[in-house]
């Protein structure tokens, strides 16, 4: 409705009749009101306007400090000051000044900036660094109470300050300035990460943890930082930090921490218990990318079951052929090719006529042939590899020779072998070198190994700590072993140490590993001894000790294990084992068996 007295005034000014008069008043009332809509649009688009100029200066700025051209990036940057962005503006000049080795100018800038914004976090944060970089001490610590005058309730200056004392290596002082901190917000809660750091700069690794546990509750997407500053923990430190991050029945740990724990099982050379832990995670946990980055790094590391274990979790969320392909490859790897049959099978059931012959074919061929089934190999070749080039065909070849090494038919591996040529019978022909005993042929084939089977690793160590060329019995014990005769294999090994006396302790170990498996402990036990006793300079003798002390454990002889483990920990004390040995006897001696 039109106001009353606007008609009045309009109608008296005019001498208008009413009807007119009302007429006038909208018309004038409209105008006013689209004379306001106008004034707040050319506003609002004076301030688009003004936006996208400071962008556009703000861009220039960066081109020209990524281009080198540092003076001109300055005039730049006090632009965007001036267009009243003074915390972009400072970092462009802290960048380029620095780069100048004129910091002192930054101090001028902010000079000017302060009174006018002297809470200004940005700001504030700059006049710390640019003070520590050029060595100003006393200026740094007025310009930190400064701040602390003019934001007394910002936990801003206690991190910053707290942090480039850090950096400088100066923990007592960094110290104080947090426990003054504390005392001023009343509460730690805003300075935990700067506190985990503290910590672990004095060398309080489980503290330092135990904070960052806490920084995780509350800020989840602080677990890349709690892993980066905990990735460094010495060995000596690890089981401290391990006991923080471990959760308990009555507090469990949060996803995150659980991510950050894993992934550290990982980096430190313990995949099994990495693995172990992020299998708890959910995919409610946001837990794929996690399992993702560990499958990777697992292949990365060669921690081939582990990784095959998390692209099978993976597979369970997102299920996609790559993540079985990738999982039946580490499968056999791993040493494992039964498992990875399995997953093939599945992968067959979602592949086209392609996907099967140029990938999954090969990898049930390299399964079955590891374990032995070369014959097996040979039918799934000629029935779905027809099309396979000729490549691809002498690759096959080589594969089921290998097969019928691993089954010990060294007849038939040497006439799998016409059908290969060239460099790929290179390890097939070492494996029947070595099953004849010559050790000098079987150390040339053997160079590159296409799997690191147990069974490799141990061969490859033989021929590479053994000046021998040729080794019988040796090679008659690896024979017995691809026949699946265990006991046969572990005779010869340990008569192959009075034949190879330079690499005695890993072919009796060797034999002692192969009496445990079969739970012929008294045999087992007595090689260890042996080791233990002739071989103490050998790698083999912490081994020898740790793992008699399993078996004792295992036995239910308490005190015998804790005597191995005391024995191993303090005549080799320089070992890997020792750790693991100190908690097994931490263990015992707590009672859990």
Known sequence: MVDRSLLKVVAASHRLTPVVARVA???????????????????????????QAQATVITKAVELEQAGRWRDAVVAWRGVIDGGDPGQGVLGLERVFSQLGQEDSVVVALDTLLPRRPSDRILRGVQ???????????DVQAAFEAWLVAAPKDVAPYKEYANQLIADTRTPAADSVLQRGVAALGSNQGLLIEMAQLQ?????????????????????YMDQSALFSLGNTPASERDSVRM???????APADASTRKVHGQLELQWGNPREGWRILATLTIADSAFDTWSDFASEAERTQAWLPARDALMKMQTARPAIGNLLRAASASVSGGDPAAALVILTAARGKADATAIRTQILPLEVRALTNLGRAADA????????SLADAITQRQFAKQIAWGWVRAGEVDKARKALAGASGDDDEEVSGWIAL?????????????????????????????????????????????????????????????????????????????ARLWSQRKADGQAIALW?????????????????LEWARTLRRKGDAPAAAERLEHLILSFPNSALVPQARRELELLRSGVV
Not at 26 to 51: D, E, P, T, W
């Open 25 to 51: 008043a909208h018309a004038f009332a409209h105008a006013v009101a689209l004379a306001i809509a106008l004034a707040v649009s050319v506003g609002a688009l004076s301030r688009v306007a003004q936006s």
């Open 128 to 138: 710390l660094r640019i003070l520590r970089a050029l060595g100003r001490d006393k």
């Open 200 to 220: 672990i700069a004095f060398g309080k690794w489980g503290r330092g943890a135990a904070l960052w546990r806490g920084v995780m509750a509350v800020e989840a």
């Open 244 to 250: 923080a991050l471990a959760g308990t029945i009555t």
């Open 378 to 385: 040979q039918s799934l070749v000629t029935r779905d590899g």
């Open 435 to 511: 099953f004849d005993g010559d050790l000098k042929l079987a150390r040339l084939g053997l160079r590159r190994p296409a799997d690191a089977t147990p069974d490799v690793v141990t061969a490859m160590a033989m021929l590479g700590r053994t000046r021998a060329d040729s080794g019988r019995v040796a090679g008659a014990a690896f024979l017995a072993l691809a026949r699946g005769d265990t006991a046969g294999a572990a005779q010869r090994f340990e008569h192959a140490a009075d034949e190879l006396g330079d690499v005695a302790p890993l072919l009796l170990g060797y034999a």
């Open 529 to 545: 001894s042996r080791i233990v006793l002739r071989y103490p300079l050998a790698p083999e003798a912490a081994e020898s000790d």
